[in-house]
């Protein structure tokens, strides 16, 4: 071997050596409060976080099994009268369980599994709020790492929150539990260290590693969202395991992935810990997690109501109704009102309006930019609404519920036919009964069952209101109908032909 390529391999060694070097001096650097790795950090926080981390297993209800009938004595009996003429006795289900299927009952559970993660020694528990959505709190299992298991009457649901997708249960014990700090999620940096601890696939207690990728994702998955992206591999049952830095402490609650298969493909998200103890505080306090309200019912912006409004440029929800003695309904908002900006920061359909109020304090003012129709133009108005605390579902589904009337005479101008009110009543609206295919209301969307409640702002109780309504608006425009269905409110235009 000459000299030349001695030299040359040398070389080529030195700079090798020199390249690992700095490699290694630069990742020794990195790490939660400038901690250096070594090739024990990732060991030494799974041994102080595994013992925090809980592996939960339920049975959700989903309500009765489609196989579920009531049985029909009739039938029954002839089925009975058939086999006992071919030599089968009772009970025949034993053999032909098909011609006879359940009887009239009961709910379905299926079992679902999940994570958790301790966050106080008296035994407070985090996980996702769709990991135990649907479960009874005696169907709820909780195995730690080292195998104690709570169930039944030791297992409490303290409060759900769906708009962040989280859940706070607690285990009735007297030992002092293994428990993890919140870490500033608002101090994470993009490249960071961070491990993933849970229980994916059943497989209990399962440690993975990778970085924060990015920060601020919104994905869909729950109303409230503003969440961490990572590299830490999450698969189905890591949901509910906390996100770890290197300092042993919680920056997230694993929530979801980003998949085409449903297992993991290099993006995962989860919940920053910040959030996560705001809405936990508030449920262990409260039961619940409070969220600003502001008491409307709102649409989207369709294509027919931008034309009907002269709308081009412009996004927002339209006011559908605004609840009695609410806060918007205090403040001066109506029905009709186009809201375009929450704060001043311009919003572009329900989602975003919910995500612009639902996190702000109770008792909070917040200014209202909105557009209201006078003299047929529309002029922009800013109201400041202080805003309440947001119901239970049950109370806000109440405030909308209408009862139906009966059948009614048929209307054909507009393609509609109505159920008829009995006399006397006070409810409200009137239910569509049939729509004519192809007619202005089948046009504008309308559909059998909803309930017209207005047209061209004019209440509609009977059929001459109906009629009195269409004749006040003027040729110019579409006729501008609202319209409940189920337990929300939309408006929609018709067009006469």
């Not at 041994?47 to 489609?66: A, C, D, E, H, R």
């Not at 999450?234 to 906390?242: A, E, F, K, L, W």
């Not at 006397?424 to 089948?442: C, F, N, Q, T």
Request: hydrophobic share 35%; glycine share 8%; charged share 30%.
């Amino acid at each position: 071997m000459n000299k030349t390529i001695q030299k040359f391999i040398v070389f080529s060694v030195l700079c090798c050596v020199l390249f690992v070097n700095s490699v290694w001096a630069l990742s020794t650097e990195s790490g939660s409060e400038g901690s250096s790795i070594d090739c024990r950090t990732f060991v030494e926080v799974s041994k102080k976080v595994l013992p925090t981390v809980v592996s939960i297993n339920v049975k959700k209800t989903i309500g009765k099994s489609p196989l579920t009938r009531k049985p029909d004595g009739k039938k029954e009996e002839e089925l009975k009268k058939f086999f006992e003429k071919r030599g089968f006795q009772e009970p025949f289900d034993e053999f032909f369980p098909f011609f006879f299927p359940f009887e009239e009952g009961g709910e379905i559970e299926i079992p679902a599994s999940g994570s958790g993660v301790i966050i106080s020694s008296e035994g407070y528990i985090i996980t996702n709020n769709h990991v135990i959505s649907g479960a009874k709190e005696n169907n709820i299992s909780i195995r730690m790492n080292d195998d104690t298991v709570f169930e039944g009457d030791d297992v409490e649901i303290i409060g759900e929150d769906e708009f962040t997708d989280l859940a706070v249960l607690k285990v009735k014990t007297d030992k002092k539990l293994p428990a993890l700090e919140f870490a500033n999620s608002d101090a994470l940096e993009i490249g960071e260290w961070v491990l993933a601890i849970g229980n994916p696939l059943e497989l209990k207690g399962s440690v993975s590693q990778g970085i924060i990728s990015a920060k601020h994702r919104v994905i869909g998955k729950a109303i409230i969202e503003d969440l961490i992206q990572t590299t830490a591999s999450i698969n189905p049952g890591n949901s509910g395991g906390p996100l770890v830095n290197l300092d042993n402490k919680i920056v997230g609650i694993n929530t979801a992935i980003a998949s085409n298969t449903g297992r993991w493909q290099g993006v995962g998200f989860a919940i920053p810990s910040n959030t996560v103890k705001n809405v936990c505080q508030s449920i262990i306090e409260t039961g619940k997690a409070q969220r600003g309200w502001i008491g409307i019912y709102m649409g989207e912006l369709t294509s027919e109501l931008r034309n009907y409004f002269d709308l081009k440029d412009v996004d927002g929800i339209i006011v559908t109704k605004v609840i009695e003695d609410g806060p918007a309904e205090k403040a001066g908002i109506k029905s009709y009102d186009i809201i375009t900006a929450v704060d001043g920061e311009k919003i572009k359909n329900r989602l975003e309006m919910v995500q612009k109020i639902a996190p702000k304090a109770v008792g909070q003012e917040v200014v209202i930019t909105l557009l209201r129709e006078k003299n047929k133009k529309l002029e922009q108005e800013e109201i400041t609404v202080t805003l309440g605390e947001r119901p239970a579902r049950e109370e806000l589904e109440s405030s909308t519920k209408q009862k139906s009337p009966d059948k009614s005479p048929n209307f054909e101008k507009m393609g509609i036919s109505f159920k008829q009110k009995e006399e006397g009543s006070d409810k409200k609206g009137l239910e569509i009964e049939e729509i004519k295919r192809g007619s202005p209301a089948d046009k504008a969307g309308l559909l059998p069952g909803d309930i017209i409640l207005e047209i061209n702002r004019n209440k509609v109780e009977s059929l001459e209101d109906f009629n009195k309504a269409l004749e006040k608006e003027d040729n110019e425009r579409d006729h501008f109908v609202m319209y409940q269905r189920g337990n929300e409110i939309f408006f929609s235009t018709m067009k006469e032909e």
